[in-house]
């Protein structure tokens, strides 16, 4: 078994978390990740998204997850249409 933990154990010490294809990938519209994110702030990194077109468009995620997500992220790349 690792004794490395997981990546969320690591996440104040990354410099990076990107996020793409937000709107694609549903399972990721979680408090889980919120909480990723906020690690990664507070340890000094920054957090990038990219939506990607959302097919449903409804544009705020799952249970309007994206409202949560966006004040955590210091770079958003939203699309255009």
Do not use: I, M
Not at 5 to 18: C, E, I, R, S, Y
């Amino acid at each position: 078994a690792s004794t490395e933990g997981t990546a969320a154990d690591n996440a104040a010490q990354w410099d990076l978390l990107h996020l793409g294809g937000y709107f694609n990938c549903p399972e990721l519209h979680t408090e889980r990740l919120l909480d990723l994110c906020g690690a990664v702030r507070d340890g000094g990194g920054k957090v990038s998204l990219d939506t990607q077109y959302d097919a449903s468009e409804a544009w705020e995620g799952r249970g309007g997850h994206l409202k949560r997500l966006l004040p955590l992220v210091d770079v958003f790349l939203p699309s255009a249409n």
